[in-house]
């Protein structure tokens, strides 16, 4: 048996949709501790599976690889379509352990090939791979999910650093049918302007990755809002406004007066803020499950470390 635990992920956006210096997306973002998943991977007889998608990535990954029937058990889910990286990470997953239990010696950037999952955004990718606070470089615009985007920065995040992270239930129904035409939508999307992805470069690269290296939090959080702010502005034709819906609007409110930054992940409804310390992250947990009960049918609120690990693989 081979077990794998991998983190989810939070994205805070892409700097660059113009594509007119050669590359286009670019991914920032975090590795989490919570919620992680968890896999187990055994011979079988024929190829079964507890989960549906899991069995979707075991045959996609057939047809790059020859090898014998397994058994996939999801003993631990990450929550899918909320924006916080099911499927990259089962997929990454389900091809590693699968690379191990019969000795592929596949690398994990030949298994996302395959899987065809981290190659448009590789946040996802380094996530499960090196963990962290993570900054990749975008892909070549004629290579088109053909490479693993480059890895440009990477680093250790604090320990009392926390992200404060809120899955709205009710808005989370009806972003499912959008979710799913996610790759529809980003084949037809509009072309950023220039001088917008100028601007969100400059801010990854003068405030974001400086106040970061230099553990100011205020300005870290500063330059995470303006970045997923802007984000939001470009992609309000398809959702309802800057988020993806007034719920999630208004939860950001709430967040930015309480916490260093506040954003969507990725199409949402998660949505979160960072603070420092467990307290302040406490206090604001319970704030924001007050809001969502008093807005809508609740959901699920928690607190979570960055994963500065990765992924984790053990025999059993």
Known sequence: MVKVSAPAHLHTGNPDLSGDMGRLYGTVGFAIERPSLEIEVTPAEKDS????????????????YDFPPVEVIVKSHIPKWVGVGFHTTLALSLGRAVS????????????AL????????????????????IYEGGFPVDKRERVVPPLIFRGEFPEDWLFVVAIPETPRRALVEVRKRE???????????????????????MKIL?????????????????????????????????????????GIKL???????????????????????????????????SFLMDNGDGGEVFVTKVDNRGMVVRHG
């Open 114 to 133: 395959a899987m065809r999952r981290g190659l448009v955004t590789a946040l996802g990718f380094y996530a499960v791979k090196v963990g962290g606070f």
């Open 183 to 205: 790759d529809e939508i980003l084949g037809s999307l509009k072309k950023m302007p220039p001088e917008l992805a100028d601007r969100l470069s400059r801010i990854v690269l």
């Open 49 to 64: 599976s507890n989960d549906e998608d899991a069995m979707r990535f075991l045959k996609r990954f057939r047809e790059s």
């Open 210 to 250: 400086p106040a970061f290296v230099e553990k100011d939090i205020k300005t870290f959080g500063s330059g995470l809002y303006q970045f997923n702010r802007l984000l939001g502005e470009f992609w309000s034709d398809y959702q309802e406004n800057v988020y993806c819906c007034e719920l999630v609007n208004e």
């Open 255 to 289: 967040m930015l007066g309480k916490a260093y930054c506040a954003c969507q992940t990725s199409w949402g409804p998660a949505f979160y803020g960072l603070v420092r310390g467990e307290s302040e992250a406490e206090k604001l947990k319970s704030e924001v499950e």
């Open 100 to 111: 191990e239990l019969y000795n592929l010696n596949l690398s994990l950037e030949e298994i």
